[in-house]
């Protein structure tokens, strides 16, 4: 005769949940809540770059973003830059934000946002987004994150 309809949604939610949860004890186990490592590391020798969204395995800061950037040529697809550093740069046109970091490296790096969520020059920040490079001197993530370190 089998369940009644009842039982059946039951058992099927009872299955949703379980895949759920082994889900969420994956994800915490790989590091998936804090800083994820891929077995591959696509760009070795790069601190902070990473695929689209993805988490690199040493965030790039003001003293080393030069070697992580230094011949870099990007593909088309999306590379995803971590840095962390000061804000030498916080400014608006009342729509976007512009955060920037590393001014006395000679490369800097902004990052384009919706919030500056309180930060102000000085702070130290990570920021992560889209790369683009715009020249030797310059370089933007957008769209980008932006957190205090």
């Known amino acids: 005769m089998g369940y009644p309809r009842w039982r059946s949604a039951q058992r099927r939610a009872d ?6 949860a082994a889900l969420v004890a994956a994800f915490g186990v790989s590091g ?17 770059l990473a695929g689209p969204e993805g988490t690199p395995r040493e965030v790039a800061t003001c003293d ?3 070697r992580t950037l230094d011949g870099f040529q990007p593909s088309r697809d ?5 840095i962390s ?3 030498s740069l916080v400014h ?13 490296t000679g490369i800097r790096v902004m ?10 020059v ?7 987004g889209a790369l683009e490079v715009q020249d030797k001197k310059h370089a933007v993530l957008d769209p980008c994150l932006a957190s205090r370190e």
Not at 15 to 20: D, I, P, S
Not at 32 to 48: C, M, T
Not at 111 to 120: E, L, P
Request: charged residues 20%.
């Open 78 to 82: 999306r590379v995803d830059l971590w």
């Open 122 to 128: 000085g702070d130290h920040v990570v920021l992560a």
């Open 15 to 20: 299955g949703r949940w379980r895949t759920a």
């Open 32 to 48: 998936f809540g804090g800083v994820a490592f891929s077995q591959d590391e696509p760009y070795p020798g790069r601190p902070g």
């Open 92 to 104: 608006t046109d009342t729509v976007l934000w512009y955060l920037a970091v590393c001014p006395d």
């Open 85 to 87: 550093g000061p804000l």
């Open 111 to 120: 990052c384009v946002t919706y919030s500056d969520n309180g930060m102000k």
């Open 64 to 66: 080393t973003i030069r």
